[in-house]
């Protein structure tokens, strides 16, 4: 909407806009010199102000990079949330105070750095290499500029310069690096037995049980937030775009797109490269000339080129191939490289061609003449193309006019569906969870549920659904989820309440008998007593594939064993499952055996470590010696 305005803003009719505008502006600039300043900030960091527009800001970046990661599957409920809102700010005050302390510690990007570091980012390389084109249209998608978002950047460099070179410093001795590999490495014998669960009560609880249980528990037996909405749907593909063109708008279509129905001459090719530096002595340049030209006179005797290339060439890139370098267009290689190559005939030998590189010995092995397509045999495809462009352009234009439609009335869904002859389709009530039809698209929930679209009942921006496919949707009706009766939830209540107190008297049965345990009980006169098996696991390692994950992770976490005793444990299993662990005997790994890949491995994975808990502590620090104030009310 706001690029449609920007679009319409021209000539005379923005300057007499703009100075519309500008007139309260100044006035009310005047007017804001001579009155005290309200704080607006949602940080001060130091002297800086963290405003909420800034904030805002990041906040759109991360959740809009977060959709793209997750698609569909996106929550808003899950990611969105006020513990999230207060992280980001937090890392944006962490930013500011690096960037203080690394402004007054002299730290500064210089523009080569700039450029280097722009030149490394994946999202702005074709096929590995820095595209400044890449680089305009990423920019542009996200409504940047380069100079603002070199700006922005040149911070985040001088922000992270200090940690990094933190983390970098980190230094793990060798003794710790032996200290590791022998606990990674560490096998143990252990025994165990699983405690049953209780099973829940036949007998089924008082109504004054059932009472005081859901007056605790109530808020697990709520009803769907639900809504109902009515909407539009736009696509594309359903969108009439005016008459066909006829040959006339083709053909000059044909003529300014000539070039993608040309194939261009290809020549596959073979080389041998005798290198010297462009500035090599002359001696050197004639023994590197003569060289190529004894090796092109022994493939033209009949010599293996491939061979030849082999043993003699000094690219190493297509030394191994036999000098291939496979099939090749015009403007691929070296200018003296390309007009040799392009002068010879198909299997023949070059004498030597010289270029920045050095020498070339050029074989031509085949070649592929060029091909160009003519109109007549194109002329369906321009015409499909054509087809596509103006029914999109129509469908553009549609959705920009419902727009506009829905600005001037944003309660009338009759009066936008009018314009483009659509229809205003109603939902029945859904929730988040299995919903059907528009309901359970994603993006369409997201502001289904928005409480913004819920207290103000105003048409919504077009939702994507698809490519060229939008809706327009309006909540029309509401309904919160609330508290359950009672008498509607009884069956639910008891069964609830019968598996809680299966569980705390399971919990309490382990407690008692893991206090019998520790207290020297033996293991397999507990097992006897619940007639379940001991299981047990001799020589297991931390990765170990015989013992349940959950079980070795807790045998893995009891103490040593002292000489000629077991250490004994009573456990809680993440599935609340109950476990009573015997731990036999504990032997360190023997950091002697250990590769040394796998020794550079883990001494990578402690310095990573180190380096963390270090940066952490210096912003820590930094923080400590830096006045921060945050205003909770305005982070939203």
């Known amino acids: 909407m706001l690029q449609a305005l920007r679009n319409n803003l021209k000539g005379w009719v923005a300057i007499v806009a703009v100075a519309i505008i500008a007139i309260p502006v100044l006035f009310f600039g005047i007017q804001d010199y001579f009155s005290t300043r309200v704080p607006t900030y949602v940080a001060k960091v130091g002297d800086v102000e963290i405003q909420p527009e800034d904030f805002r800001e990041r906040w759109f970046e991360y959740t809009r990079e977060m959709r793209r990661i997750f698609g569909d599957n996106y929550d808003a409920s899950l990611i969105e949330t006020p513990v999230a809102r207060r992280q980001m700010l937090e890392r944006m005050i962490d930013e500011q105070v690096l960037f203080q302390y690394g402004s007054r510690a002299g730290v500064s990007v210089s523009d080569a750095l700039l450029r280097e570091e722009i030149a490394k980012i994946p999202a702005f390389q074709n096929n590995g290499v820095f595209d400044p084109t890449q680089y305009q249209l990423r920019l542009a998608a996200n409504n940047l500029s380069p ?10 460099l001088t922000s992270s310069f200090l940690p990094r070179k933190v983390s970098e410093s980190s230094f793990v001795p060798q003794a710790a690096v032996d200290r590791f590999l022998a606990l990674d490495g560490q096998l143990r014998d252990f025994r165990f037995v699983r405690i049953p669960p209780v099973p829940p009560s036949a007998e089924a609880p008082s109504e004054e049980a059932i009472a005081e249980w859901f007056a605790t528990h109530g808020e697990r037996f709520r009803s769907e937030e639900q809504v109902e909405l009515e909407y539009i749907e736009l696509d594309a593909a359903r969108v009439e775009p005016a008459a066909d063109p006829d040959d006339t708008t083709l053909k000059a279509r044909y003529e300014a797109q000539k070039d993608r129905y040309v194939t261009e001459e290809r020549r596959l090719v073979s080389h041998i490269l005798v290198q010297v530096a462009p500035d090599a002595a002359a001696d050197a340049v004639k023994a590197a000339q003569e060289k190529a030209a004894s090796l092109a006179a022994e493939a033209r005797a009949g010599a293996d080129f491939a061979e030849l290339a082999r043993a003699n060439t000094d690219d190493l890139g297509s030394r191994a191939e036999g000098g291939d370098l496979g099939w090749i267009e015009r403007g691929q290689m070296a200018p003296a490289f390309e007009t040799a190559l392009f002068a010879m ?4 030998i070059s004498d030597p061609v010289k270029t920045e590189e050095g020498f070339h010995v050029i074989q031509l092995r085949d070649i592929r003449p060029g091909s160009a397509r003519s109109f007549e045999e194109v002329r369906e495809e321009l015409l499909a193309e054509a087809r ?5 352009t129509a469908y553009n234009d549609l959705v920009g006019r419902i727009v506009d439609q829905v600005l001037n009335d944003p309660s009338d869904l009759e009066a936008a569906a009018a314009i483009g002859g659509l229809t205003v389709r109603r939902t029945g009530p859904f929730g988040r969870v299995g919903a059907s039809g528009i ?9 289904a549920f928005n409480e913004l679209a819920i207290s103000n009942r105003a048409i919504s921006d077009p939702i994507e659904i698809g490519q060229n496919h939008v809706v327009f949707v309006r909540v029309v009706d509401h309904r919160p989820s609330a508290q359950r009766p009672l008498e509607e939830v009884r069956g639910e209540v008891v069964a609830a309440l019968l598996a809680d107190e299966a569980r705390k008297a399971t919990i309490e049965r382990a407690r008692e008998l893991g206090r019998r345990f520790v207290g020297g009980e033996a293991l397999d006169a507990i097992a006897a007593e619940l007639s379940v098996p001991v299981e047990s696991a001799n020589g297991a390692g931390r990765r170990s594939l015989e013992v349940d994950r959950a079980v070795l992770d807790e045998a893995f976490e009891v103490a040593r064993p002292a000489e000629g005793r077991a250490s004994r444990v ?6 609340g499952g109950q476990v009573l662990i015997e731990v036999l005997r504990v032997v360190d790994g023997d950091p002697a ?3 040394e890949a796998a020794r550079n491995a883990a001494r990578q994975q402690l310095t990573a470590a180190v380096g963390v808990e270090e940066t952490r502590a210096f912003i820590a620090a930094l923080r400590a010696a830096t006045t921060v104030e945050v205003v909770e009310e305005r982070l939203r």
Do not use: K, N, S, Y
């Not at 100079?147 to 985040?156: I, K, S, T």
């Not at 005939?345 to 023949?348: K, V």
């Not at 596509?388 to 999109?392: I, Q």
């Open 570 to 575: 009573r456990a809680e299993l993440p599935d």
């Open 147 to 156: 100079a603002a978002f070199e700006v922005r950047f040149r911070r985040e």
């Open 345 to 348: 005939e198909a299997g023949t």
């Open 593 to 595: 055996t250990v590769d």
């Open 388 to 392: 596509a462009t103006a029914r999109e």
């Open 439 to 447: 309901g359970a698209i994603p993006a369409v929930q997201r502001v």
